[in-house]
């Protein structure tokens, strides 16, 4: 059984900073890829940042510049240090794994509140 855990989570002042982390765990080879998304309230889930077993990166481009991604492959973890935080990333962000062979799989998420 596959479980992927977030934390980091909280409330900051806009212009500050954050760090989510995520762990995922029942499976024997590190995920290919491992990602974030976030869902603000009444809007559709969207994607934040992604990385590669092999370290490489993409991000959206409201992020870029202020977050970063990074994975411990021997943990099966990923984090995402978000700096400049703005109030409009005000929202739940999810962790995403994925094996590649049809397996994906999320976390609960966890809330991020961002105030001006």
């Known amino acids: 059984q596959v479980q992927v855990v977030e934390s980091g ?5 806009a212009g500050g900073s954050l760090r989510l982390s995520c762990a995922a765990s ?4 590190s995920p290919n890829f491992m990602s974030w998304y976030r869902q603000a309230p009444g809007k559709k889930r969207e ?12 991000y959206a ?3 870029k510049g202020r977050f970063t ?3 411990d ?3 099966n973890t990923v984090c995402l240090q978000m ?7 005000t929202a739940v962000y ?3 794994a994925d094996y590649g062979d049809g397996a994906n799989y999320w976390g609960q998420g966890t809330q991020v509140t961002v105030s001006s």
Do not use: H, M, W
């Open 83 to 89: 700096s400049s935080l703005k109030p409009e990333d």
């Open 94 to 96: 999810y962790c995403n």
């Open 61 to 63: 481009d409201s992020v």
């Open 73 to 75: 492959n021997a943990r």
């Open 9 to 13: 989570g909280g409330l900051v002042q």
């Open 47 to 58: 994607f934040v940042a992604i990385i590669s077993n092999s370290g490489s990166t993409n």
């Open 69 to 71: 991604i990074s994975r």
């Open 26 to 29: 029942g499976r024997i080879f």
